[in-house]
């Protein structure tokens, strides 16, 4: 089953222009992380965010929780072409042995020159 | 370099042919992990290892097997190979719980079954 939704599943937006993507979840959370993915390519740890946590800061990238909604936002300022790529966040839950991971479908976001 | 490796890249096969990706990450990760990326579903777990000979089902277990006999190696095996198993397939891995800890992700096997 899904855990994580990203909304909208594609943004385009100009260079300079903020970006905005969301994340929904259904279950209670341990931590909620994102990645970055360039077509085709593995995917790139960007943030992570503790359920304790409300916001966080990692150079242009902005990261908030809200786990009484069960939802958190990535915001990157000032998008740059290179930052056109597939954006997915990830929740943690217990396993038999473990943690497993569930991914969202993910965001397709678009900066355009 | 710290990396994990998948090998092949590009696998293209028949219905019933048995195959095996590798993985292997240079890292000393404890936690490893298999994913298919499928259009519109984004990444689903198949199985994970917590460490050497700690393995368990995630999201889309069906039809696949691992293994973890060294820290270093999760191979996924597919004994019987079926065309809905044609996918972009990823492994990775972090030092320990994955919850907490970021993953290293593979390049991806591009897997076709005819």
């Known amino acids: 089953s899904q855990q994580g939704e990203e909304d909208p599943q594609a943004l385009s937006i100009q260079e300079g222009e903020n970006a905005t993507m969301n994340c929904s979840y259904k279950?209670?959370?341990?931590?909620l992380q994102w990645y970055r993915q360039n077509s085709g390519r593995g995917l790139v740890h960007l943030i992570l965010?503790?359920?304790?946590?409300r916001e966080k800061h990692s150079g242009r990238l902005r990261v908030t929780l809200d786990t009484s909604k069960k939802s958190s936002s990535l915001l990157i300022t000032a998008s740059r072409a290179a930052d056109t790529a597939s954006y997915f966040c990830?929740?943690?839950?217990?396993?038999?042995?473990?943690?497993?991971?569930?991914f969202g479908p993910g965001t397709r976001l678009s900066v355009l020159p | 370099e710290a990396q994990v490796t998948q090998n092949p890249r590009y696998l293209i096969t028949v219905t019933g042919k048995k195959l095996t990706v590798t993985c292997s990450q240079n890292?000393?990760?404890?936690?490893m992990s298999w994913y298919r990326q499928d259009p519109g579903l984004g990444l689903r777990q198949i199985y994970y290892?917590?460490?050497?000979?700690?393995?368990d089902k995630g999201d889309v277990p069906e039809g696949y097997k691992v293994s973890r006999k060294e820290k270093r190696n999760f191979p996924l095996i597919l004994e019987s190979p079926s065309p809905n198993q044609t996918s972009l397939y990823f492994c990775?891995?972090?030092?320990?719980?994955?919850?907490?800890?970021?993953?290293?992700f593979g390049p991806g096997t591009r897997l076709t079954v005819l």
């Open positions: 990775a891995s972090s030092l320990r719980l994955a919850g907490d800890n970021e993953q290293f």
């Open positions: 279950t209670s959370i341990n931590n």
């Open positions: 965010i503790r359920s304790n946590e």
């Open positions: 990830a929740t943690d839950h217990t396993g038999n042995y473990g943690q497993n991971f569930v």
């Open positions: 890292m000393n990760h404890e936690y």
């Open positions: 290892s917590m460490n050497v000979e700690v393995t």
